[in-house]
């Protein structure tokens, strides 16, 4: 790997200093062991090895946990699967007029619980989340 140049570790600083801060702002706790974890590795490069390897052995382990200091590939799937979580729910599919039942789950094909499979010509456009609202799901939750 390169060795970075001084402005790229400047870049790389505020990179990870503002990463840290977007993982507080949404209380991403994995990110934040991810980022502290690299951090940790970081420091501990300039150690390893207590003078047992040369100086290039050396400055390639610094090299390459520095340009690992913004990784955080666990927060980064958990973000992805919390995104197509939110985008599935307000995503909007048609609907049965009848009984709201989503005529297309995307996965399996035709919904057979609506209407008994009869032929709808006028389907709604209806998202999870208006059918949620629309059907007091949150209210009755909020009860329990």
């Not at 003078?51 to 690992?68: D, H, P």
């Not at 990784?71 to 048609?94: F, V």
Request: aromatic content about 10%; proline content about 3%; glycine content about 4%.
């Amino acid at each position: 790997m390169k060795k970075p140049t001084q402005k790229q570790k400047i870049e790389m600083y505020e990179k990870f200093l503002h990463k840290i801060n977007m993982c507080v702002i949404c209380c991403d706790n994995t990110g934040i062991q991810e980022l502290v974890h690299n951090a940790d590795m970081w420091s501990y490069a300039f150690r390893v090895g207590n003078g047992g390897l040369s100086e290039r052995q050396q400055q390639r382990v610094v090299t390459e946990a520095f340009w690992k200091l913004c990784d955080t590939p666990k927060s980064d799937k958990e973000t992805e699967e919390r995104q197509k979580k939110y985008t599935a729910l307000h995503t909007k599919s048609p609907r049965c007029p009848d009984c709201d039942w989503a005529l297309y789950d995307g996965i399996y094909g035709m919904n057979e619980n609506c209407c008994k499979g009869k032929e709808i010509k006028n389907p709604v456009m209806m998202s999870n989340f208006e059918y949620n609202q629309k059907h007091k799901v949150y209210e009755k939750e909020k009860q329990n």
